[in-house]
Each structure stands twice: as C-alpha cells, then as structure tokens.
C-alpha cells in the first residue's frame, strides 16, 4: 500500500488517508484498509475495475465510530475483504456534508434510521444499493457480522448485477424527490406560528423540561422559537418552557458543571448523563439562547451559563489566529466521559472533609456513583435548600461552592485531555461569531468583540479563494467549496458583528457574501438555495435542506439573514427572495413545526413588524447609554444600525442614516417601524419608553 511522502512515519500500514488535513480522516491514514479521501482517483479506480464503493462516513467525536474502528478497520483480516473486494472512501461528515446529506437519505430510507458511522456501498458511478450503520465485527447485537455484510454485498454485485442496477436506479430516483418543495398556496399569517406553538408545546417534558424522552438533545432552536413566541403572544406558559429548559440543562450532566459549555446530548430525559463530546455549534446556538433569556428575564443565573460557556470556547475551542475549533471528544485514555467523572473520595481527598462534603451533597455526588462507578457532576437541589440542611447561609455555601469548583477544574487540567478536531469550519464559525458579537454587547464585554472580530477577520482573509468561500481550515490549508449554510452562517454572523459594533466593513462583507450567495445557490426555476453552488463538483443529486437539524438548515439563515440585510440595506430583493423560501418551507412547517425551530424564528421576523433602531453619535457616554439602553432589551425582531463617523459613508451602505447626522450635535436614537418614526430622543429613558411597546408584548388573542 502506497502514499504520498506527507507525514509517513514508521507505521506497518499507511493508507492514501495520510495527505489529509482532517484529524477524522487522519486517525485512519495507518489502518490496513486501502482508505481513499472522496475524489477522482478513487471513483476513477472504481469504475475502471467496475468495483462497487463501500463509503464510511463519521466524525472525529463519534464515539462509535471509533469503536468500529478499532473493531473491524483495524483488523487485518476485515481489511482484506473489504481491500479485494471494494474501492474504500472515508469521509468526515463535518467536511462534507454534501455527501452525508444525500447517503444519509439514502441509508434513512432503506432501514429507516441513521446515524454515524455510516457504512453505504455504492454502484461505480456512486449510486446507493445497500447501506447501514455501525456493524459488529461478528454477529451481536441483532447485528449481522461486517464480514458477513462484505461477502453478501461483493458477491451480489458480481452476481446479480441487474438486481443492483435495479435497487440503485429505484434510489436515485428516491433521492432526486428528496428537498423538492412547492411554495405555499396559503398566505403566511400568524396562524402558522400558533399552531407550531401548540404543536411543540404538546410534546413539552414538564418536569425536567425539554421534548419528548430520552435521549434529549438541546433544544436550542425550538427555545429561541419558544421566546419569540413569549414576546409576541404574552404567553407565559412559552416563557415557562424556556425557563425550566434552560435551568434544567443547566443544572444536569449535560453542563460541564467545572468547565463550562455544553455535551452534546443526555442518554437520559433528566440531563443527567450525556455523551460526553462537545461540538461548536451547540455551545454557540446554546450561548446565543442563554443570551436572549437573560435580555427577557434578567435572571443572572442565565448571564452566568452564557459567559461560561463562552469564555470555554475562548479557553479550549479558539485558534491563535482566531478561528474556532469543531469539537472535543467524548473519550479520554480509551475511556469515554474519563475526564469529566469524579469518585467521592477523590473530591473529599481535595477539598476536606466539611467543604469537600457540602461540594458533594450540592453536586450529588455518592459513593456509588451515577455513571459507571463514578460520579457526573449535576445539581438537584438548590442553594438555598442545602444551606438551610447544613445551617449555612446561601451567601456561605455558594462561596464553598464556588471555591470547590475551581479546586477541582484546576485539578482536572492536570488530567489527560478529550482529543480536539481542530479544523475550522466556516458555518459553525459564522453560528460563533454570532454569539461572541450580541454578547460583546448585550454583557457589555470588550474582550468577547475583541475575539468576534479576530474570528471575522480571520474567516474573510483565510477561507475565500477566487471569489467563493471555502469550507474548512486545518494547519494552514483552506479547502473544499463552501456550502450554502457556510455563506448564510457568516453573513448572519457578519451582520451579528456590524449591529455590535457599527464598523462598516462587517456589513459590506455581509452584502458581498449575500450576492455571492444569491448567483452561486438560488433555484431561479422553483426558488428557494440549493445545498451546493454552481461551481461544486456534480454529484449525484443536487438537493435542497429546509428542516433544521442540529444546526440550521441552510435555507432557515439564509432567510433570516436576507430579511436582516435587507432592512439595513433597503434592498427589496433580498426581503423577496426570502419570502420565496419561507413559502416554500410553509407547508413543512405546518406539518412538523419541531423540525423547524429556527425557520419559525424567521417566519416570526417576516410576520412581525421588525424595529429599525438607528443611533447616530460620536463615541461617548451618551451613545453608550443609547447603546446599552437597546442591547439590554429582549426585541427578536429588530435590526441596530449604529454610525459614529463619516456619516456620508455609513448612509450610502446603510440608507436608514439617511437625513439623520447627529454627530457633530448630541447622541440621538431614531426608532421606526413599518416605514412610521417616532421622535427622535436623545436621553435613554426616553428611548426605553419608546422601545416598551415592541418589548411588552400584546394581549393574549381569544384564539
């Protein structure tokens, strides 16, 4: 088995696997199975020696994927069979996917589940015919053996070739419907958003909070749908939801109790026990959430979980050069959750008998322990409550508490690391720089601008090549076209950016991706963005992604984002374009509302009639009162224009400063809706009064 000479070593076998930047894709570069990255030589291979392509797809912080791994890609014998019998591609899913996209629909279709890893064999041409997902080395688990699995499909590819043909004919032609949408023959109203409400409510867990049983993921996006919901209806039951969620998640296993930030999900419906990996755009949506629940509520305790969260991006997660890294992994020294359980003894040994006692009572933490002999750190009673059990006051146990848990984070730095994917991925990085931009503002945390504006800069310098974007950055090499969610994320973030800042370049650079954007992904026939720009290679299908999944789906920011810039930009072209796809996502919508959370955020954008604050004023305290006076306030359908210079610049990207130059007399705010103004005001009192009316949210309907 042969390679490039890129960073062969003395290992027995080195696979075409090792010229990748991808650290997935790099931990099988030594397997014994002949891997190929996706690309012309391998499909080149597979139809010149007419073999079918068994394609693997995972990523870094899949547990099992590296358990099948270890099981069958390591084990020289399975090796064999699949090196004589098929042509190998590996693919990491967060670089591509494009491909985990279309075979995911596929292996969803014929088992009717998915998941990762995923193990799909193709015809040459890279049609599917059979696929799944983990399979055992051997018969278990109700599972049939990965041997048996190669030999039944080689052998039915070489011996019944038109039952495969047939079978891969019938897929293709299952997959070229998938993401085919006809635009909505009912006007978009309000109704649509109600009967989400309700349809979501119905599924609500009201005593640990979230949806539906275990396992439960964090249900960002269906929350943040939840407060815009709270803001236009009043319904405080939706204000409830997000509350109980969020402290619920908070509180359980799921929040790295010491660290800060988020797992992925909980094995359990309480947020005791979560699968221990910690992916960006989770703790990005999440950071986001906890931001916006702290502008409605003002609890402290949301403040606290957001700036955790994000100073554990800052801590674990940023590059020197400013990019975000995509994840950690579940496991550490073989073990999954390792770094993150502590015994009872261990934690007494460290911090004392009385204080180490009290940290375990708060944190439930037991000799038996909850997970595998061990313990996860989770709250179930309140400060309040312990204190009074213990004759202490809440003021003297928190500081125990506060004092055990950097004892023991400090302590647990000393201990063998999760690994860390380090490539920078561009969508995940825009959902980011979001979050860092509205909290520069919101917490009034200069450092948190200082790390949104490097990342910005950094993802504009560093991954556009040729006019278009690029996907992802890893040891100094950025590559792959980007993907339509790629675009969307970063102009979201951009516009993010422009709002916390008032710097003109973000905003221009948010025009500039939107255009591309537009000429590289939209539908001109049937409307709405394609996954994949003109210049992608051709694939097999070439699909549309409206349901939100873990991250937003493409098309959900895109029409978030269009409806944003055109506010700020006066283009009406953007505001119709958007509209376009929220009619053809509206049907959807109706039908499975849970699977739109973020999409039914823009629709609430659409619906409503967004504020326009516009703040005109030379830097000083006065602006920064104006300033502060918005960003303290909860209003989800609103664009901030700011200029604190050159106002004749400002107004020609952003027209809304039109007949507004204040800068050479006092601060002023200007607030406008649905082309009406109110006064403009100069002190922040006034300004409160006049945002009140879009921050205290209408009477309950009789409906």
């Known amino acids: 088995m042969t390679a490039g000479n890129k960073r062969v070593t003395e290992h027995k076998h080195t696979n075409n696997l090792i010229n990748e930047t991808s650290p997935y894709l790099l931990q099988h570069a030594h397997n014994p199975v002949d891997w190929y990255p996706w690309g012309e030589k391998a499909l080149n291979r597979a139809r010149a020696e007419n073999k079918p392509i068994l394609l693997s797809i995972g990523y870094s912080a899949c547990h099992w994927c590296h358990v099948m791994e270890h099981e069958s890609f390591e084990n020289e014998d399975i090796a064999r069979l699949m090196n004589e019998n098929f042509i190998n591609i590996k693919v990491d899913r967060e670089e591509r996917p494009d491909l985990d996209q279309i075979y995911m629909n596929a292996v969803q279709m014929m088992t009717g589940q998915g998941g990762w890893p995923m193990t799909m064999f193709l015809t040459p041409e890279g049609v599917p015919f059979y696929g799944g997902t983990y399979f055992p080395p051997h018969d278990r688990y109700n599972l049939p053996g990965f041997p048996r699995i190669l030999a039944s499909v080689a052998e039915a590819f070489r011996s019944q070739p038109d039952q495969v043909a047939s079978t891969a004919t019938a897929m293709l032609g299952e997959l070229r419907r998938v993401g085919i949408a006809e635009q909505s ?206 004759k202490l006051s809440a003021e003297e146990l928190q500081v125990i508490i506060d004092n055990g848990r950097r004892t023991l984070f400090a302590l647990r730095e000393l201990r063998i690391k999760p690994g860390r994917d380090e490539k920078v991925l561009t969508a995940w990085n825009g959902l980011m720089l979001s979050s860092f931009a509205e909290a520069s503002a919101i917490l009034e945390r200069p450092d948190y601008r200082k790390f949104a504006e490097a990342n910005a800069r950094f993802l504009l310098s560093h991954l556009q090549k040729d006019g278009l974007l690029l996907r992802t950055y890893k040891d100094g090499e950025a590559k792959l076209n980007a993907y339509l969610e790629d675009y969307a994320g970063l102009v979201d973030g951009l516009i993010s950016l422009y709002e916390a ?130 960003w303290r306030t909860y209003l989800p359908n609103r664009v901030i224009a700011t200029c604190q210079n050159d106002h004749q610049k400002a107004s020609a990207v952003v027209p809304l400063f039109i007949g507004r130059d204040t800068l050479s007399t006092e601060a002023t705010a200007f607030v406008c809706q649905a082309s009406t103004c109110q006064r403009p005001v100069t002190s922040p009192g006034d300004l409160s009064n006049q945002l009140a009316p879009a921050n205290k949210p209408p009477a309950l309907s009789a409906s």
């Open 185 to 390: 023959r009912e006007v978009l109203t309000t109704d649509v958003l109600d009967g989400a409400l309700r349809r979501i409510s119905a599924n609500y867990d009201r005593t640990n909070g979230g949806f539906g049983g275990a396992p439960k993921f964090p249900p960002a996006m269906n929350l943040e749908f939840l407060l815009h919901s709270y803001h236009r209806t009043a319904s405080t039951e939706a204000l409830e939801m997000v509350e109980h969620t969020a402290r619920k998640m908070s509180e359980g296993g799921m929040y790295d109790q010491l660290g800060g930030g988020f797992h992925r999900y909980s094995v359990d419906a309480k947020w005791w026990v979560p699968h221990f990996e910690k992916m960006l755009y989770d703790n990005a949506l999440l950071s986001r959430l906890y931001l916006h629940l702290y502008q409605a509520t003002k609890n402290p305790a949301a403040r606290r979980i957001a700036e955790e969260t994000l100073d554990y991006v800052v801590r674990e997660m940023t590059d020197a050069v400013g990019g975000f890294y995509s994840s950690q992994d579940a496991d550490s020294e073989g073990e999954e959750g390792k770094f993150f359980v502590w015994s009872r003894r261990e934690i007494l040994e460290t911090l004392g008998d009385r204080e180490g006692g009290l940290f375990c009572q708060y944190f439930d933490v037991t000799e038996g322990g909850n997970f595998e002999g061990e313990n996860i750190l989770h709250i179930t009673s309140s400060i309040a409550d312990v204190a009074v059990q213990n």
């Open 501 to 630: 800042t008032g710097e003109l370049t973000w905003i221009e650079s948010a025009v500039a991706l939107a255009d591309k954007m537009i000429e590289q992904f939209w539908d001109d026939s049937e409307g709405g963005f394609f996954f994949t720009g003109k210049s992608h290679e051709k694939l097999i299908v070439r699909s549309k992604e409206f349901m939100d999944n873990a991250t937003p789906s493409g098309n959900s920011i895109a029409t978030l984002s269009l409806l944003r810039l055109g506010l700020l930009t006066a283009n009406v072209d953007y505001r119709r374009r958007a509209t376009a796809v929220l009619r053809l996502m509206a049907d959807q919508i109706r039908r499975y509302p849970s699977a739109f959370g973020f999409a039914l955020s823009a629709l609430d954008f659409y619906l409503g009639t967004p504020l326009e604050v516009v703040i005109v004023g030379s830097p000083g305290p006065r602006l920064d009162e104006l300033l502060r006076t918005v």
